[in-house]
């Protein structure tokens, strides 16, 4: 028993903690009993209702995100990317932002449709989309299509039947420096025609040669995890070139520029994160001197935040199952999760963070590495973190910084069902999607 619990009285006379909301949602707090809170919740409490693992996200923190992109791109149109985080709630959310949505596959598609998204305000993208799920954008009436290949320009050809926008992804050849696994936008990659290729001007030339395909801009996405707006100036410097050859070699004014998203965020404390203002004010100046260097009209800039709209608002709660210390090696907080719901640290070597979500603990501190449940030596879910040196099995851990990429690309590895997604706000609590069950998992064995 700790000497606050003996003497709660003492409480009043301490400064209240903090916790950064870099990485946390801007409603995170603890309450009187030392616990973190989350939309007026206390993530304990969350725990204990519907179990761990488990997904909180933080609708506030959401449309917060959504407003301030609208902000500070007033002119422009904000596409949230769905692949980072998508549910019916979630699209709701969206769209009642005033966002646009892209989708990258059929499902994606069908979640958008059914939570009522208006089709002419979903955009679809992908690098090799099956036939099947071109002709369920075009009979949806989606707004656009973005065409990755030639391929795709003769299956929609052959599909529309009426007049159908689409914008040509292009790869502008700007290395970000990130990891090879998100280098989106230089030429040796599978995404688009690099800009300048022949392949390039034949994409173009067949565009425009087909009466029911609306060629209305260009698209390009260059990587993820970008800090330095810088990039996205010369990837508009670029392509409003590219623009102009095209009006000057066809008598075709494309409209619209699509910069794509990767917007960095910050998963720890003091990590690099893209600033808005900075985007905004240097994608303007870019497109002013650019236009101007070319006599073009200005096209409307699009852009494709996913990350940088879900990823703070989401925190995963974990119930730790075992403190296991090495001898002459590290301690390992072991839990009841791991890679199946966060398999970014194996892919990508992501690193998190992880507290306590039940106490706010005030004695000694240990380093240690959180693991989690599963098979594999690789099921890291945070490396050398500072934990209470009395961590106890049963006690509640949080990893914020989780909203995107985590529900999206979770497993059922090792038979284990996949967590429920929890949305707080104003002290209430909704789920979104229920835990996967060992009958979920049975359904679609036919034995």
């Known amino acids: 028993m700790t000497l606050l619990e003996i003497f709660p009285s003492l409480r009043s006379g301490m400064p209240s903690p903090r916790v950064d909301t870099t990485v946390w949602p801007c409603e995170t707090h603890y309450d009187e009993l030392g616990r973190i809170t989350l939309g007026g919740v206390a993530l304990a409490d969350l725990a204990d209702q519907y179990g761990t693992p488990a997904y909180v996200l933080d609708e506030t923190e959401i449309r917060r995100r959504c407003r301030a992109y609208r902000k500070h791109f007033p002119e422009g ?77 003769t299956l929609l050809s052959a599909l529309v039947s009426r007049r159908q926008q689409v914008l040509l992804r292009l790869s502008p050849g700007i290395d970000v420096h990130g990891h090879p696994a998100v280098k989106t936008g230089v030429a040796d990659q599978k995404f688009g025609f690099p800009l300048g290729s022949a392949q390039t001007a034949e994409a173009i030339e067949r565009v425009l040669r087909q009466p029911a395909l609306e060629l209305v801009g260009f698209h390009c996405h260059l990587g993820s995890q970008i800090h330095d707006p810088d990039f996205y100036g010369e990837a508009v410097r670029r392509l409003v070139a590219e623009m102009a050859r095209v009006r000057a070699e066809y008598g075709t004014v494309l409209t619209q520029l699509d910069l794509g998203g990767g917007h960095a965020v910050a998963y720890r404390s003091g990590d690099a994160e893209l600033n808005l203002y900075e985007l905004a004010d240097i994608v303007e100046d870019a497109l002013d001197a650019a236009c101007a260097r070319n006599r073009f009209p200005r096209p409307r800039i699009t852009l494709e935040p996913g990350r940088a709209i879900v990823a703070r608002a989401g925190v995963t709660l974990y119930r730790v199952m075992t403190v296991k210390r090495i001898e002459g090696g590290r301690t390992f907080v072991i839990v009841d999760g791991g890679m199946n719901d966060n398999p970014r640290v194996a ?72 967590p429920p997604l929890i949305a707080v706000r104003e002290g209430h609590t909704r789920p979104l999607v229920r835990r996967e069950t060992p009958a979920d998992l049975l359904s679609r064995d036919l034995g």
């Open 77 to 153: 149109e904000i596409v949230y990317a769905a692949k980072a985080l998508l549910t019916k709630a979630v699209a709701g959310w969206i769209a009642e932002e005033g966002l646009s949505l892209d989708v990258c596959s059929g499902g994606e598609l069908a979640v958008a449709l059914a939570a009522g998204v208006d089709p002419a305000r979903i955009v679809l993208h992908g690098s090799g989309k099956p036939f099947a799920e071109l002709e369920a954008a075009v009979a949806a009436g989606v707004g656009r299509i973005v065409i990755d290949s030639l391929t795709e320009i």
């Open 347 to 418: 892919l990508y070597g992501a690193r998190y963070d992880a507290v306590v979500a039940n106490r706010h603990p005030t004695g000694p501190f240990m380093t240690a590495t959180v693991a989690g449940r599963y098979c594999e030596a690789g099921d890291i879910l945070a490396p050398d973190v500072r934990l209470p040196a009395g961590l106890r099995p049963g006690e509640i851990l949080a990893v914020p910084c989780t909203g995107a990429y985590h529900h999206s690309l979770a497993s059922t590895y090792n038979g284990v069902g996949r």
